[in-house]
């Protein structure tokens, strides 16, 4: 089942085929809630209560073309974003695993479908967007086992990890606001029967530059909630980005359209904004590898520049 918020008021539906989304929200009506994300985390903590009249509502209710409404973050403002850090194997250029690793996101950095990510100003060396797949949790997950690990996803979604490379804090890196688009769906776990096996492809303007799988990941999905449950509790609508494959990495600059689409979760748009209107060099990682330069390109042209040449 792939749910989703749409509309100003945040309105629950499910998507019906590919193409149209059927307003489910008098089916959930008695989830206590005051907030979007009260009512999804209702959702998933009771699905097994709703699903079957969720699945009937989606298959007998009237349906509207998606592409006709505006759709929202699946999890408008959940209490954990924590992404794993370093968390491939970069196609095999890499000898051994990264140590496991990750840090947390502000959850009022979510953005949605069709929304804009905002490069503020602020003297970043380079402003890139990783393509991640996130699992959304399903139950009070605590010192989780790996061989228990996978009963407490409900969901997975398509992550784009922001990152102001080059700032002083890494917080100030990862956490600004609009650095954490997700969606277009939240899609159930029994759609997705192997999340280590899925195609990821990011493209910028219509140019594919990240492009790889999950059975890249050093530490598996398992692994990673074993890890993670360890140092604090995760609750129900909570986020773990898996990682990204760095090599395709490049820069997001003003008036770029971004597109992610993993495997089976829809594609998720969303645009670039910098009224700076700072400039790069459209190259990935791996080309700058290949010619032998280290590190991200260098920006070329706005504010921060000169400083950064002297």
């Known amino acids: 089942m792939k749910l989703l918020f749409f509309g100003d008021d945040f309105r629950l539906g499910v998507l019906n ?53 505006r759709v929202r973050p699946p999890l408008p403002h959940p209490s954990n974003i924590i992404c794993m850090a370093v968390n491939y194997m970069e196609n095999g250029t890499r000898s051994a695993p990264a140590p496991i690793n990750a840090f947390a996101k502000s959850p ?5 479908q069709g929304d804009t990510m905002l490069l503020t100003d602020v003297a970043a060396s380079i402003f890139e967007g990783e393509a991640e797949i996130a699992l959304v949790i399903g139950k009070r997950a605590s010192n989780v086992s790996q061989a228990d690990a996978m009963s ?19 917080y100030q890196m990862k956490s ?23 195609a990821i492809k990011l ?16 530490h598996k999905i ?11 509790t995760l609750e129900p609508g909570d986020i773990l980005a898996t990682g990204t494959n ?30 700076l209107h700072r400039t790069w060099a459209r190259e990935t990682r791996l080309q700058r590898q290949e010619k032998g330069q280290e590190g991200t ?9 000169e400083a950064r040449v002297g």
Not at 247 to 265: A, S, V, W, Y
């Open 297 to 305: 390109t260098p920006q070329l042209t706005g504010k921060y520049a």
């Open 108 to 112: 009022s950095s979510i953005i949605g």
């Open 152 to 170: 407490y996803i409900f969901g997975y979604t398509n992550f784009i990890d922001g990152s102001a490379r080059g700032v002083p804090a890494f």
């Open 203 to 218: 493209w910028n303007n219509g140019t594919l530059f990240q492009d790889f799988n999950t059975d890249d990941m050093a």
């Open 246 to 275: 760095h090599r395709g990495l490049n820069p997001f600059m003003d008036g770029d359209k971004i597109e992610l689409e993993t495997e089976g979760l829809g594609r998720l748009r969303i645009n670039v904004r910098d009224d």
């Open 17 to 69: 085929g590919q193409s149209q989304v059927v307003d489910v929200s008098d089916v959930v009506k008695d989830v206590p809630h005051l907030t979007p994300q009260d009512l999804i985390q209702g959702v998933i903590t009771n699905f097994d209560r709703y699903r079957s009249a969720l699945q009937n509502a989606a298959s007998s209710g009237k349906g509207q073309p998606v592409d006709s409404v």
């Open 222 to 232: 398992p692994r990673c909630i074993e890890w993670v449950t360890s140092i604090h």
């Open 176 to 198: 600004r606001e609009t650095f954490a688009p997700i969606g277009p769906y939240l899609v159930t776990a029994d759609e997705v029967p192997n999340p280590q096996k899925l």
